[in-house]
């Protein structure tokens, strides 16, 4: 009877045992699984945090080469194709100067005056970029063109007023090689 007694005692217990046991088991599993949902969250959020980054440097980066660059482009070209012609002319003692070559120097920086300073507003109005090397380049392509106005300004009223080269327009000629090549630079960073 005692064996029976002490028998039907245990076996309630070891059921009692067994639920505490199966019960924490349980809890340490759910929260394991709550803890993957939550880790599954936090990586789904982050990659589409990732991706919508990615999404607005890609923009920023179009906007600057769709609408900035080819502007930026024009005053370029005119700096590396025809600078050193222009450069040449002005060099030329003023008596010397051919009168149409003269003239069609005058028109061209005209031209090219009109074109950096359209450049310069579209980069002094277009929003900041958050991506740094588009900033930079931006930064970089205003200095650029800043300088290269400053020259095509100077150059232009050297040759209208019929004077010599001097050595103000060659400090302004090598601060704008310097900015171009900065530039250049720059856009090869991106």
Not at 76 to 105: S, V
Not at 133 to 149: K, P, T
Not at 162 to 173: H, P, V
Request: proline content about 3%.
């Amino acid at each position: 009877r005692w064996a029976f007694l002490v028998l039907t005692l245990l076996v309630p217990l070891s059921a009692i045992s067994m639920l505490v046991q199966a019960k924490v088991q349980g809890e340490t599993e759910w929260a394991a699984a709550v803890a993957q949902a939550k880790a599954a969250r936090q990586r789904q959020a982050q990659q589409a945090q990732q991706r919508e980054q990615r999404g607005q440097e890609q923009d920023e980066y179009d906007r600057f080469n769709q609408k900035l660059l080819p502007e930026i482009l024009k005053g370029d070209r005119f700096y590396e194709k025809r600078w050193d012609d222009i450069a040449e002319l002005t060099r030329t003692p003023p008596a010397a100067r051919p009168r149409l070559q003269l003239e069609d120097a005058r028109r061209e920086l005209a031209e090219v005056r009109t074109q950096v300073a359209n450049a310069l507003d579209k980069l002094r109005q277009s929003p900041v970029f958050t991506v740094d090397r588009v900033e930079s380049a931006a930064r970089a392509a205003r200095r650029y063109l800043e300088d290269l106005d400053d020259l095509l300004r100077a150059t232009e009223q050297v040759l209208a007023e019929g004077a010599a080269w001097d050595e103000s327009l060659t400090e302004k000629a090598e601060q704008t090689h310097r900015s171009a090549r900065n530039f250049n630079r720059s856009l090869r960073a991106r």
